[in-house]
């Protein structure tokens, strides 16, 4: 099983980036429970025939859709470890959870926070921004809020996030009882960052009316374009204003790690609270989140409860409280650290940084082969390591097509389905003030400036021939 995942990993060029499932596999994994035993080897068979071929694909060089790390060797023999030691990393006096205690102050010390702050492994960033919001909303509402509730008529409180917020931001407000109607999108400037006039203006019109500013939510690296807002004016802002200063930084935050890339983050350390991934530009294999608090008090009130069955001492296994049950959702907890801590140590964290960095330089080559051509269109400036572009129709074009402008919207839709369907590249789409974009994230260290070649001949390819079928039946 082993070697196969090696020759996976080794070959993966040879094999499409992603393929259509084919129904008759589809329906064997409809079965019913198995009763019997089978011997290892003919469930693995099945693995490598029915599974490993049709998975999505980001271990794959020529993977940009979305934000997806593309995993590293380490990291799948960590997990093979971590697996055999099965450790719950909810609570106890064992050596694992020293092991996540030292990636947390790895992090402190590189987001320059301080030694009070606190840190825990959750899933991914959805859970951490979650994880943020609530410990906000408990420095908002005191810890009474655990057991009465938000009383949304007594207290009317309002958050902020840019316009190009991630969606599980909303989110968070939902689970937290705030409603996502309590979230202001503030419009971004033409870098697509938050717009801090607007920002402000919102801030006092709200308290006019009797809202409770309590949050702001900045992203460092925007889902769709990688726009990183402006940290340490929204630092000073939320000083002013009193409120918590959260960060996104899903995959932009260990941009960090990055000389090139750590000055444009400066304000990241002056969050209350920092969420981000090392499953994506850290190249950890899925799933690694990590949130850390400013107020590592605080975010204990947040979480910490007692129970007879978790009971504390000075001695045997249940020493070492707190323990990270104490700071999130989770009880039962895999051993996320482990992986992570492989992959600095084997790596070091300058290797990572650098990989992080060609995925940008990645980025700006793609760019100006974009501007180079007059076929493609750039639509979104490229901060860091996504590309979002279009094939470029002309109006006369449109024109001929009974969708007028919507037709190039279309029209690239079908494109990045082509080339998902070819199996050269795995671009997504997003709308890019209102125009349909093919968007390409850089996040994988394997992606070389040949993948990037590659998927830009497909986009120019795919488009000339629907603009040829197109004149053939109009
Ligand atoms: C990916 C991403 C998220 C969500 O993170 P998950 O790890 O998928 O839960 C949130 N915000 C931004 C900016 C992202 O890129």
């Known amino acids: 099983m082993l070697d196969d995942m090696f020759d996976y990993v080794e070959n993966i060029r040879e094999r499409p980036v992603w393929q259509p499932i084919p129904d008759a596999i589809r329906n064997g994994a409809h079965g019913r429970l198995p009763h019997e035993s089978s011997d290892l080897a003919s469930v693995h068979d099945a693995f490598m025939q029915t599974i490993l071929p049709y998975s999505a694909g980001n271990v794959h060089p020529g993977f940009m859709g979305w934000v997806q790390g593309g995993g590293t060797p380490v990291g799948m023999l960590a997990e093979m470890v971590s697996a055999g030691l099965n450790a719950n990393l909810g609570g106890r006096d064992q050596m694992p959870i020293e092991i996540e205690h030292q990636v947390a102050g790895w992090m402190r010390d590189l987001f320059g926070f301080p030694k009070s702050a606190t840190g825990i492994f959750v899933t991914g960033t959805s ?103 402006d940290l340490a004016a929204i630092a000073d802002v939320a000083a002013r204003e009193h409120l918590w200063f959260h960060v996104d930084g899903a995959f932009g935050a260990l941009g960090m790690l990055a000389p090139e890339i750590a000055p444009r983050l400066t304000g990241i350390e002056r969050a209350d609270s920092l969420a981000f991934d090392f499953h994506k530009w850290g190249q950890v294999p899925y799933d690694a989140g990590f949130v850390l608090v400013r107020d590592g008090a605080l975010h204990r009130r947040t979480f910490a409860s007692s129970s007879a069955y978790l009971t504390r001492a000075n001695r045997a296994m249940n020493a070492g409280s707190p323990w990270p049950c104490d700071f999130g959702p989770d009880l ?47 639509l979104a400036p490229v901060a860091l390591n996504i590309v979002c572009f279009r094939f470029q129709i002309d109006d006369r074009v449109e024109a001929m097509s009974s969708q007028g402008a919507s037709y190039s919207d279309a029209v690239n839709a079908e494109i990045c389905a082509l080339i998902q369907e070819s199996g050269i590249a795995a671009p997504s789409t997003t709308i890019i003030r209102g125009r ?35 004149r053939k039946t109009s």
Request: aromatic share 6%; charged share 20%; hydrophobic share 45%.
């Open 436 to 470: 349909l974009a093919i968007r390409a994230a850089i996040v994988n260290h394997r992606t070389a400036s040949e993948d990037v070649d590659a998927l830009l001949a497909a986009v120019v390819q795919f488009g000339r021939s629907r603009v040829a079928l197109l």
């Open 332 to 378: 039962s907890r895999s051993f996320r650290a482990l992986k992570t801590w492989f992959t600095f140590m084997v790596y070091g964290s300058d290797r990572i940084g650098a990989a992080i960095a060609r995925t940008c330089s990645l980025a700006q080559y793609m760019k100006q082969e974009i501007e180079a051509n007059s076929e493609l269109e750039l």
């Open 127 to 229: 859970m951490a921004n979650l994880v943020g919001v609530l410990v906000a909303r408990t420095a908002a509402c005191g810890i009474a809020v655990r057991r009465t509730g938000v009383n949304l008529q007594e207290r009317r409180l309002v958050s902020y996030a840019s316009a190009g917020a991630h969606s599980s931001i909303s989110q968070a407000l939902e689970i937290a009882g705030l409603g996502s109607d309590s979230l202001r999108l503030v419009p971004t400037n033409d870098r697509f960052e938050m717009d801090l006039c607007t920002l402000e203006r919102l801030i006092e019109e709200d308290r006019r009316a009797g809202f409770e500013p309590f949050l702001i939510l900045g992203t460092a690296g925007s889902v769709d374009v990688g726009a990183i807002d």
